[in-house]
């Protein structure tokens, strides 16, 4: 068997099972989930009549490449987004379609990693390739990279710097070593949106280090102030008038955009010469979207006015919900994304298996989407709750949150 299996941490739900499973819940209150991100708003119907209208398409084998109609939508629809220069993005060279971002971070991260790459021989003979990742991350980071034969080198994303990682302080020998940096922006579980300067700065160290940006985007339709769309990487290389988009690519979903999390949609953009070789290791890999689903993921892509609609929920959970916790703890509204971030009073974990136990309501604990490093556990005191569940049910959750943080100080 694979060895490097043997490095996969157990997955922070199921870790968050274990937790669940020592406790009954209060049969007081009815359960409340907050802990998984599953988008819940409903799919938007046009998208779903043209799934269902292009059932017929069953019949046929999708290419990998995808076909050109969608993605022709997606270079409009970023170069629309993100402000970039009218055909700087070919639907030939720089876009494929990817069943959901998952998938694609992962085999995305198989295709950058050389391992036989060294880049000091004489002083760092056996050490191997780094994939450099924020800390409290998307979980397939980590366990993408050690399956593509590298080390995750983690980031801490701290209150004191916004929740994003001090890049400035990373040392030479690590952007020595860094292959791959991933960048997740809105972030989950912080919401932290990074700014153009920071992404240019990167952009730099990326050409001078020689890697690759792969930046999660996933959450970037998720966002407070419609006058603020968060920047992405591929509007940082516009801005430089990078328009090659060199070593910059770009994840975006449907998932949470269009709560369409079952469609499996999603996309990889940016640097042609990286495309490729993505595309020929898709070739092998198998991992062709149906067309069906392509086709429904244009009528997705094309349009704007269920996305703003979906905002407009979140923009209600997060101005209902957020005065009922601050009536007991620190809670802020984030840039973007669906997730509150919370500070905990207590431990963690003792935080998220007491309410689960006293109010039903279940949490995911911070330290299960973070490593500790240096002694330092990004996670620790914190919990992250996911606003998708109906806005009732959020407003109870807060509720039920505020008493039980009320006990705690008595
Ligand atoms: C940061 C981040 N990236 C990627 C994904 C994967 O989304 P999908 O595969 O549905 O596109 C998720 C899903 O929760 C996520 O939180």
Redesign the pocket.
């Known amino acids: 068997m694979n060895s490097d299996l043997n490095k996969l941490q157990p997955y922070p739900f199921e870790k968050l099972n274990q937790l669940k499973s020592a406790v009954t819940p209060s049969p007081e209150y009815a359960p409340i989930a907050l802990s998984i991100?599953?988008p819940k708003h409903p799919s938007p119907s046009f998208v779903v009549k043209e799934l269902t209208q292009a059932l017929g398409k069953l019949s046929i084998y999708p290419s990998t490449k995808g076909i050109p109609e969608l993605r022709e939508s997606i270079c409009d629809w970023l170069t629309q987004r993100f402000n970039l220069q009218p055909k700087s993005l070919s639907a030939e060279n720089n876009v494929l379609p990817?069943?959901?971002?998952?998938?694609?971070?992962f085999s995305f991260t198989q295709v950058i990693i050389d391992r036989q790459a060294n880049p000091e021989p004489e002083t760092q003979n056996d050490l191997p390739p780094l994939v450099v990742s924020p800390n409290p991350?998307?979980q397939?980071y980590e366990g993408a990279a050690f399956l593509a034969g590298a080390e995750p080198h983690f980031l801490p994303c701290l209150e004191d710097n916004n929740f994003i990682p001090d890049f400035d302080a990373v040392p030479a020998d690590i952007w020595q070593r860094c292959q791959l940096l991933f960048l997740?922006s809105p972030?989950?579980p912080t919401g932290a949106v990074i700014p153009s300067d920071t992404l240019q700065k990167l952009i730099e160290l990326a050409d001078e280090y020689d890697f690759v940006i792969a930046s999660?985007e996933?959450?970037s339709e998720i966002y407070c102030d419609e006058s603020k769309p968060p920047i992405g990487l591929l509007q940082a290389c516009a801005e430089m008038n990078r328009n090659d988009y060199k070593r910059c690519v770009v994840?975006?979903?449907?998932?949470?955009r269009s709560n369409l999390?079952g469609l499996?949609?999603?996309f990889v953009a940016g640097d042609s010469d990286i495309m490729q070789q993505f595309l020929r290791y898709r070739t092998y890999h198998g991992c062709a979207m149906p067309v069906q689903h392509q086709l429904a993921s244009i009528a997705a892509w094309n349009d704007e006015t269920h996305v703003q609609e979906n905002r407009s929920f979140y923009r209600e959970k997060f101005a209902t919900v957020l005065p009922i916790l601050q009536e007991v703890m620190p809670a802020e509204q984030t840039d973007a994304s669906f997730y509150l971030w919370l500070k905990t009073p207590i431990d963690d974990e003792v935080f998220a298996k007491k309410l689960f136990e006293e109010k039903h309501v279940t949490v995911l604990p911070g330290r299960y989407l973070s490593r500790t490093v240096d002694g330092i556990n990004p996670g620790e005191n914190r919990v992250r709750l996911a606003l998708v569940a109906p806005l009732q049910d959020c407003i109870e959750a807060a509720e039920r949150i505020r008493d039980f943080v009320k006990t705690l100080a008595n």
């Open positions: 991100g599953e990817v069943n959901g971002t998952r998938e694609a971070l991350f998307y397939i997740c972030g989950n999660d996933c959450y994840f975006h979903s449907l998932s949470k999390p499996r949609s999603g």
